[in-house]
């Protein structure tokens, strides 16, 4: 079985340019999340969806936007990107077990760079 | 979950001893927590977890215990090994939220 696939690996991009970086969630999972992982810091939670609807976001400006599509796949958006957007984004799924909470599975991760 | 800190944030060990790392919280109605590694370019790997409903939890060399009353867990790894070292992150989900809050990491390092 496959597992939470994410792509791209790397992304380049310039300061003020729009970044999207896509996420595939193990067969049968419902829910996504997205992570923030900054250089030497820990994972920061960034977006919450589940059955197609955000749920719940962090503590991040507006410019990061997302999407969960019908087949639950996601996609984050990055606007008017900035050099501190440089970090590692993980995506993460699970499914939503009605107040049991259960594993969440992480993807391999997208290396943002803004330069 | 509300916050969690993880201590420490730096172990280093010699191959055979013992490693342990602790969390706390802070959320009451937290029910679930976890434990992954994550390996330098790699996304975090959950490698054992804990529900509120059970005080200790083993796998081989890795063991977990939950102290719910002092709001705190530990991961205990015994045997060490080179290939144990990575960062190692805590994290909590309460029954009402759904998202895992992560603790800030603690790098592991076992010296050959």
């Known amino acids: 079985e496959a597992g939470v696939t994410q792509s791209p690996t790397h992304l380049i991009k310039t300061r003020g340019q729009q970044a999207t970086l896509r996420c595939s969630p193990i067969?049968?999972?419902?829910?996504v999340y997205w992570y923030q992982q900054a250089l030497g810091l820990g994972l920061q939670f960034l977006l919450w969806?589940?059955?197609?609807?955000?749920?719940n976001r962090g503590n991040f400006p507006p410019r990061f936007s997302g999407r969960q599509f019908p087949n639950y796949s996601s996609e984050l958006n990055v606007n008017a990107l900035e050099l501190e957007d440089s970090a590692l984004y993980l995506c993460?799924?699970?499914?939503?077990?009605?107040?049991?909470?259960?594993?969440?599975?992480f993807g391999q991760g997208t290396r943002l760079t803004v330069v | 979950g509300e916050n969690v800190e993880q201590h420490p944030s730096t172990l280093s060990v010699q191959e055979g001893d013992s490693a342990v790392i602790k969390c706390t919280y802070s959320?009451?109605?937290?029910?679930?927590f976890p434990w992954y590694k994550q390996e330098l370019g790699k996304g975090p790997q959950l490698i054992i977890d804990?529900?509120?409903?059970?005080g200790e939890k083993k796998d081989q060399r890795i063991a977990v215990t939950l102290n719910k009353t002092a709001k705190h867990f530990s991961l205990h790894i015994t045997e060490t090994q080179p290939e144990d070292s990575a960062v190692y992150f805590c994290?909590?989900?309460?029954?009402?939220?759904?998202?895992?809050?992560f603790g800030r990491g603690t790098s592991l390092i076992v010296h050959p």
């Open positions: 993460a799924s699970s499914l939503r077990g009605r107040g049991l909470n259960t594993e969440a599975f």
């Open positions: 067969s049968g999972h419902t829910s």
């Open positions: 969806y589940d059955e197609g609807e955000e749920r």
């Open positions: 959320d009451s109605a937290s029910n679930y």
């Open positions: 804990i529900r509120s409903n059970v």
């Open positions: 994290a909590e989900t309460s029954g009402g939220s759904y998202i895992p809050t």
